[in-house]
């Protein structure tokens, strides 16, 4: 190719750079959705596992209230470390299901943002694609140039 | 007379009105894309444990 075809060459060059630049982009859209499954399902689990410890706690310090109802005045049940240890698997718990908040509502936000860029990317991007393949193709029948692939 | 016709108008036409819309509609989207990445990092983190 000619120097004087250079013009022709770098809109090719932007034909290709904007078709690279739509795989590329669903690319990245698609590892963003994978990354939003991925952590809400972590916090799922964590939330789970603590609230089954929530729920043992809960059962040993009630065992522990029994035992300490029971107990004879001289000898008293100390149930202050199951009382511990329910309160931080609570806090645990109620920390995790606050991100877990926090994420659902970011997400949904950042969905409106996706969904308009997206629809860019599906709908009109291979527009503009086709709109330069059109005006590249102008170009060289102008000048009576054969090119692959245009 | 093509490639004038392109430098003068298509060109200008199509980079103001087709190009620039997408391009300001994807520094959004990677915007908003790299604050969530950023909260999903810090929910991570968090809730380690």
Redesign the interface.
């Known amino acids: 190719m000619t120097a004087v075809h250079a013009d022709i060459d770098a809109l090719k060059g932007l034909h290709a750079a904007l078709v690279r630049y739509r795989h590329g982009q669903r690319d990245v859209a698609a590892r963003g959705e994978d990354q939003i499954r991925l952590t809400r399902a972590a916090l799922e689990t964590r939330a789970s596992q603590w609230r089954s410890r929530l729920e043992l706690g809960q059962a040993e310090f009630a065992g522990c209230q029994d035992r300490a109802a029971q107990a004879p005045p001289d000898s008293p049940v100390d149930c202050s470390g199951y009382a511990r240890a329910v309160e931080q698997s609570r806090e645990r718990l109620e920390q995790i299901q606050r991100w877990q908040q926090r994420i659902d509502a970011e997400a949904s936000e950042f969905g409106g943002t996706a969904g308009r860029f997206l629809d860019l990317l599906e709908n009109e991007l291979p527009g503009i694609e086709r709109q330069l393949l059109a005006i590249i193709g102008s170009l060289e029948a102008a000048r009576r140039v054969r090119a692959p692939g245009a | 007379?093509?490639?004038e016709h392109?430098?003068d108008g298509?060109a200008r036409q199509?980079g103001d009105g087709?190009?620039a819309?997408?391009l300001q509609?994807?520094r959004?989207?990677?915007e908003?894309?790299r604050?969530?990445?950023d909260?999903?990092e810090a929910?991570?983190r968090?809730?380690e444990g």
């Open positions: 007379m093509a490639a392109w430098r298509q199509f087709r190009l819309p997408l509609e994807s959004g989207y990677l908003a894309l604050r969530l990445m909260t999903l929910a991570e968090d809730t």
